[in-house]
């Protein structure tokens, strides 16, 4: 019930609900796929353009207090991924003849950041020697071999590395999770004992950020935070939450941006038919002629990699994709 005693029937209580009863499962699965239809699949082909026979989405720069990209008119950033239908969607974006869509994504760009800044021994050595982080810190939580990790204890871990990046509380952790607060407790004190330079991290940028009103990416670009100082505590306690969690972002805003120039500058230098046609988050997708297909995926991933200018202490490392469309590229 709401807090005027009316009945809610929100995502979240829904998604309570929806494990032990089929009704709530079933409006859930309802709303996704009209939200998918009113979105995409209508829209999209009303969205057409005449002259390119394209659909053309627009790209705000000062939307995002990190300094993403915001896409809109078509927002090509929401397609959902991690669903069957959602990926259906990504199919109709295909490539014309003689070409493939390629699509290049920056793996775990926003961990390595938080590696960087917070100079966690345990964590930079994880990725300077190219290892599985996720299964790096299930073996350093639950006090196993790298080896014996398991598939499950894996998905914890990646849970609480990207958790933790957003604020994550425990009360948060156990919903994710589904267990009671008192392990996700453990689970996280588990993780900061494991890497002290995170927790240092955390607690230096709130201190920074309530002094100075605002943080910095890797580049020196400022994110300010209005509610740092606020009397109320909500509000003080999320703007804490970006504090932390705005410089990861931010940074990899930064270097997607600069990776966009790079790439584009190198594909016009030399005189290439390959094309940059979209940014979404953490990667970038090209039409690549065929004749010119080994040369892109050896040389884009090499671009990506070195936009830093030599700033991170962890190597930045870009997976490609390539299929007819969007979805196979992925």
């Known amino acids: 019930k ?37 979105t995409y699949t209508d829209k999209l082909p009303e969205m057409i353009n005449p002259h390119t026979g394209r659909v053309h989405t627009t790209y705000a720069q000062a939307v995002a207090i990190t300094g993403r990209l915001a896409s809109n008119n078509p927002n090509l950033q929401n397609i959902p991924i991690r669903t069957a239908e959602g990926r259906r969607v990504r199919r109709a974006f295909t490539a014309p003849a003689g070409s ?3 699509s290049a994504d920056y793996s775990q760009i926003e961990l390595r950041i938080m590696a960087h800044l917070s100079g966690d021994k345990t ?11 996720h299964r790096r ?6 006090g ?17 590395n990207f958790g933790l990046i957003y604020g994550m509380g425990q009360y948060g952790l156990a919903k994710s999770l589904g267990i009671d607060n008192l392990s996700a407790k453990n689970f996280i004190d588990r993780y900061f004992a494991r890497y002290p330079g995170v927790a240092d991290y955390m ?9 100075q009103g605002y943080v910095e990416t890797l580049f020196g670009r400022r994110l300010y935070l209005p509610d740092i ?6 509000q003080r306690a999320g703007a804490e939450r970006a504090a932390i969690n705005a410089p990861m972002q931010g940074t990899a805003s930064d270097l997607i941006k600069r990776a966009m120039i790079d790439v584009r500058d190198w594909l016009a230098s030399d005189g290439l038919h390959s ?3 979209m940014q979404v988050h953490d990667e970038l997708v090209l039409e690549v002629v065929e004749s010119e297909l080994d040369l892109v995926k050896q040389k884009l991933p090499e671009i990506m990699a070195s936009v830093a200018d030599g700033r991170l202490n962890v190597p930045l490392v870009a997976e490609v994709g390539v299929g007819g469309n969007w979805e196979e590229a992925h």
């Open 2 to 38: 709401t807090a005027s005693g009316g009945i809610s029937t929100n995502e979240a209580v829904l998604e309570t609900l929806a494990p032990d009863y089929p009704l709530p499962k079933i409006i859930l699965e309802n709303r996704g796929l009209a939200k998918l239809k009113s």
């Open 229 to 234: 100082r606020a009397a109320n505590a909500n």
């Open 144 to 160: 196993v071999a790298p080896e014996n990790v398991s598939s499950e204890q894996r998905r914890y871990a990646k849970t609480i």
């Open 137 to 142: 810190t299930a073996a350093e939580v639950f």
């Open 123 to 133: 964590l930079l050595a994880a990725f300077q020697n190219g290892e599985d982080v």
């Open 100 to 102: 493939v869509i390629v």
């Open 275 to 277: 094309k940059l046609i």
């Open 203 to 211: 607690q230096r940028t709130k201190e920074q950020a309530a002094a």
